[in-house]
């Protein structure tokens, strides 16, 4: 029913900056809490951050916080994550998420992108 597509990955150096791009389609996107996850190598699933259908608050994990933002625009159907001040730690493939629950907790996100990769190199 609704469909995630990121796009905005890449490499980058280390302190650089990279903007991450989520686009919904098939239902529109103020219909849903948004998120961004993460899977580094060798790592599970992390949790990244998640923005509610107002784009009125906001949730990030202790180690982006400060550098990640994560917005939306829902004229567009777009979910975006500015990241700034890259750190090593940072590389991996980042998913976007919808939730289907009104106001989720971290682990109620259902529908998901295919992923696209972050290199934060040296």
């Known amino acids: 029913q609704v469909q995630l597509a990121e796009s905005g990955g890449g490499l980058v150096e280390f302190g650089g900056s990279l903007k991450l791009s989520c686009a919904v389609s098939g239902r529109p996107i103020r219909t849903y809490p948004m998120a961004w996850f993460r899977q580094a190598r060798g790592r599970s699933r992390e949790f990244v951050a998640a923005?509610?259908?107002?784009?009125?608050?906001?949730d990030y994990i202790e180690p982006v916080k400060g550098r990640f933002t994560i917005s939306r625009d829902n004229a567009q159907n777009t979910v975006y994550l500015q990241m700034n001040n890259l750190k090593y730690e940072d590389t991996a493939v980042y998913y976007c998420a919808a939730s289907f629950w009104a106001t989720p907790n971290r682990n109620q996100y259902n529908a998901w992108g295919q992923g696209t990769q972050v290199t934060v190199s040296s």
């Open positions: 923005i509610d259908v107002p784009g009125e608050n906001t």
